[in-house]
């Protein structure tokens, strides 16, 4: 083979590899691209994003002796749904899994009861970038065992306003249940200002509290969370992996001291 040959075929090889070389690059560019918006998504309560996160928590310090442990596994699908073509209807569901041990005189396990939230949220963002959503808040009594529920059916307002500015979000979930029967045991306002950022490649770190105020009793259970969000793609399927811990900087009598978080998110972008 002569040298021209050769020279030729090298050229070749070198040009097919860096070929490659660049669509892989593209390929890479593109997926870190869709993760970021992603996280973005995911960082706002009433994105147009369907997901279906698992998350569960474990909490440590409960019971008049501090030995009590709550681990709670939230099913907690989002539903975006298309009214027309200026507003969306978001559906959010919790479905809480417990068990509870070395609290009561008994360990419990089982179902909690259910809170469905639907916001009312226009799909364009307003003045100032400003991104909310309105609408009721449902108290459903599906728990299994009396110890890990009212008992009641419970109903409210919720609401949340948001702004997301280049990689930061910052915003507030709120909303309030009172029980529609007469012996009123839920009277409670809820609570979650958030601020996260995000660092690209679908890495986002939150902060949050999610207060709750119990209006009969007068007590306040304040948790601060701090959580890291990871987007990634298991073969075609879009997901995200969370992991955080927390610590209460108020809590009731025989309430959580601290406690750890991992979420694991279906995703499903439309």
Known sequence: MSVAAMAGRTGRRWARA????????TVSAAAAQDADELAKKLSNPVAS????????????????????????????????????????????????????????????FGLGDTTQSFFLSPKAPGPGGLIWGLGPVIYLPTATDKLLGTGQVGLGPTGVALLQEGAWTIGTLANHIWSLDDNTEVNSTFVQPFLSYAFGHGQTLTLNSETTFDWNSDQATVPINVMYTKVF?????????????????????????????ATMTLLFPK
């Open 233 to 261: 793609s298991a073969g075609q399927q879009p997901m995200s992996f969370q992991l955080g811990g927390r610590v209460y900087a108020n809590r009731p009598k025989d309430g959580p001291d601290w406690g750890v978080r």
């Open 18 to 25: 860096v070929l490659a070389v660049g669509a892989l690059l």
């Open 49 to 108: 994003l369907i997901s279906v996160p698992f998350q569960y928590n474990i909490d440590f310090g409960l019971g008049p002796d501090g030995d009590g442990v709550n681990q709670t596994l939230n099913i907690q699908p989002v539903l975006p749904i298309s009214l027309n073509e200026d507003w969306n209807l978001i559906s959010r569901t919790i479905v809480p899994v417990r068990w509870v041990t070395d609290v009561y005189a008994r360990d419990v």
